[in-house]
């Protein structure tokens, strides 16, 4: 028997996990104060791309086990679990992350509780909120001492965020000290398929929980600017280090995945959660934590410059009268997210600096359009690429690691291509009269 959920805030997360525990088969209320987000979602329709997201929506709008509404005091009087997933963004003009959403649920929600319940916060946040929160919640809920909260972080990644909800690789959920019995029994129940699963469940304080998600994003953001650092010293010798990846990768210790040399991580997590965890660490005094991040961050924006330099030696020295193709403008592959992308970033500054920039990408167009409106938008790769002197491939979409070389070679001024992800077969490119560059390789 399913429990009833309510889940705040349906943006990218959001949306997700109500629809991935209606899925579960729990009866499910999505909750938000846009409206015209909710009338989109009730009929269907996500604001965002995510492959497999739209069929489970469907499915559990279809059977009536999930729907949403705006109404506060609904959500209150239906379920005794409530999820927060709202988002929070970097504060503008600064590291630290914006809790003003967070901080509205509680101020919303708790009046309403008369009874107990459960509230779980998902959203990532610095250490020391949800202890905030909870005696904030108790000031204000009628029920006070009978309503419990605790942190229980998601880990999802885009293009991947069904299987990362429904079939987690670990569930964690903090507690507050002395409290949390309710809290703990009713993520158990909440989460009774993937516990059958023997998905890892680890029970810890709130701080910890609290920074299980922003340590996580640090340590993979470290091993891309690691890599990204060590490029440069096997383009100073020669080395490739897509193959020096793969040797050092087989070392159980350090593993193959998140090695890979290019223009940077960029999207809506990694970066913001690790200007989130500097700004924590400066605030503590962690003056260890601090500098480290704060240098992954640094090669990881150099990336981008370094990217526009390999473009401009590559168009003869000066972008001036000079056309660009690039292919790519999401963050990553399968995702039509173009916060902090490096791709959008880098296309930008080419056209900055005197080039015509034409941009392609499977599913970010529009959003990238929103944000550099000045750039030029192709409906494929043929129109992106005709005429260009230079072809920069900045998102390892699969349609573009399979592009057939000699006949897109037909189509430009000159066969230059940039590989800024290494995803390319350098010998059938070089092999069909290209002349290939890619990152960190001879």
Same mark, same amino acid.
């Given at each position: 028997?399913?429990? #009833?959920?309510?889940?705040?805030?349906?943006?990218?997360?959001?949306?997700?996990?109500?629809?991935?525990?209606?899925?579960?088969?729990?009866?499910?209320?999505?909750?938000?104060?846009?409206?015209?987000?909710?009338?989109?979602?009730?009929?269907?329709?996500?604001?965002?791309?995510?492959?497999?997201?739209?069929?489970?929506?469907? #499915?559990?709008?279809?059977?009536?086990?999930? #729907?949403?509404?705006?109404?506060?005091?609904?959500?209150?009087?239906?379920?005794?679990?409530?999820?927060?997933?709202?988002?929070?963004?970097?504060?503008?003009?600064?590291?630290?992350?914006?809790?003003?959403?967070?901080?509205?649920?509680?101020?919303?929600?708790?009046?309403?509780?008369?009874?107990?319940?459960?509230?779980?916060?998902?959203?990532?946040?610095?250490?020391?909120?949800?202890?905030?929160?909870?005696?904030?919640?108790?000031?204000?809920?009628?029920?006070?001492?009978?309503?419990?909260?605790?942190?229980?972080?998601?880990?999802?990644?885009?293009?991947?965020?069904?299987?990362?909800?429904?079939?987690?690789?670990?569930?964690?959920?903090?507690?507050?000290?002395?409290?949390?019995?309710?809290?703990?029994?009713?993520?158990?129940?909440?989460?009774?398929?993937?516990?059958?699963?023997?998905?890892?469940?680890?029970?810890?304080?709130?701080?910890?929980?609290?920074?299980?998600?922003?340590?996580?994003?640090?340590?993979?953001?470290?091993?891309?600017?690691?890599?990204?650092?060590?490029?440069?010293?096997?383009?100073?010798?020669?080395?490739?280090?897509?193959?020096?990846?793969?040797?050092?990768?087989?070392?159980?210790?350090?593993?193959?995945?998140?090695?890979?040399?290019?223009?940077?991580?960029?999207?809506?997590?990694?970066?913001? =959660?690790?200007?989130?965890?500097?700004?924590?660490?400066?605030?503590?005094?962690?003056?260890?934590?601090?500098?480290?991040?704060?240098?992954? =961050?640094?090669?990881?924006?150099?990336?981008?410059?370094?990217?526009v330099d390999l473009a401009r030696e590559a168009a003869g020295g000066s972008f001036i009268g000079t056309r660009i193709g690039v292919l790519g403008a999401a963050f990553k592959p399968d995702s039509d997210d173009?916060?902090?992308?490096?791709?959008?970033?880098?296309?930008?500054?080419?056209?900055?600096?005197?080039?015509?920039?034409?941009?392609?990408?499977?599913?970010?167009?529009?959003?990238?359009?929103?944000?550099?409106?000045?750039?030029?938008?192709?409906? =494929?790769?043929?129109?992106?690429?005709?005429?260009?002197?230079?072809?920069?491939?900045?998102?390892?979409?699969?349609?573009?690691?399979?592009?057939?070389?000699?006949?897109?070679?037909?189509?430009? #001024?000159?066969?230059?291509?940039?590989?800024?992800?290494?995803?390319?077969?350098?010998?059938?490119?070089?092999?069909?009269?290209?002349?290939?560059?890619?990152?960190?390789?001879?």
């Amino acid at each position: 028997m399913g429990r #009833r959920i309510a889940v705040f805030g349906t943006g990218y997360l959001g949306a997700t996990h109500a629809a991935c525990m209606a899925e579960l088969g729990h009866e499910v209320l999505g909750v938000d104060v846009d409206e015209a987000k909710l009338a989109k979602l009730a009929a269907g329709e996500l604001p965002f791309y995510e492959p497999g997201l739209p069929a489970v929506l469907r #499915r559990n709008l279809n059977s009536g086990s999930l #729907r949403f509404t705006t109404s506060y005091e609904e959500a209150a009087d239906f379920a005794n679990v409530h999820f927060i997933a709202v988002g929070t963004p970097q504060k503008h003009g600064e590291l630290a992350a914006d809790l003003r959403y967070v901080d509205a649920v509680i101020e919303s929600l708790a009046p309403l509780l008369t009874r107990p319940a459960a509230i779980l916060g998902k959203s990532t946040v610095p250490a020391g909120t949800a202890a905030r929160l909870a005696a904030r919640m108790r000031s204000l809920a009628p029920a006070s001492e009978q309503v419990e909260l605790a942190w229980n972080p998601e880990f999802l990644r885009e293009g991947f965020a069904v299987a990362d909800t429904l079939h987690p690789d670990r569930i964690v959920l903090g507690l507050e000290s002395g409290r949390g019995a309710y809290a703990e029994a009713a993520a158990r129940e909440v989460y009774a398929t993937q516990l059958t699963a023997d998905t890892p469940f680890l029970v810890t304080d709130l701080a910890t929980a609290e920074l299980v998600k922003t340590a996580a994003n640090a340590f993979l953001a470290t091993k891309i600017s690691f890599i990204n650092s060590i490029a440069e010293v096997c383009e100073a010798t020669g080395a490739d280090v897509s193959m020096l990846a793969d040797a050092i990768g087989h070392d159980a210790r350090i593993g193959r995945r998140f090695l890979n040399a290019g223009i940077g991580f960029g999207g809506g997590c990694l970066p913001k =959660d690790i200007r989130a965890f500097i700004a924590m660490a400066g605030e503590l005094g962690a003056g260890q934590a601090f500098s480290l991040l704060r240098e992954v =961050d640094g090669i990881n924006m150099r990336r981008r410059n370094k990217m526009v330099d390999l473009a401009r030696e590559a168009a003869g020295g000066s972008f001036i009268g000079t056309r660009i193709g690039v292919l790519g403008a999401a963050f990553k592959p399968d995702s039509d997210d173009v916060r902090d992308s490096p791709a959008l970033n880098i296309a930008g500054q080419i056209q900055l600096q005197g080039a015509a920039v034409t941009v392609y990408d499977p599913q970010a167009m529009d959003n990238a359009r929103q944000l550099f409106p000045t750039l030029q938008y192709a409906q =494929d790769v043929p129109t992106a690429c005709t005429g260009v002197d230079v072809v920069l491939i900045l998102t390892e979409w699969q349609q573009f690691v399979g592009l057939d070389p000699g006949e897109l070679g037909t189509l430009v #001024r000159s066969r230059s291509v940039i590989d800024g992800r290494n995803c390319l077969d350098p010998r059938a490119w070089r092999e069909a009269g290209w002349k290939y560059r890619g990152i960190g390789r001879p």
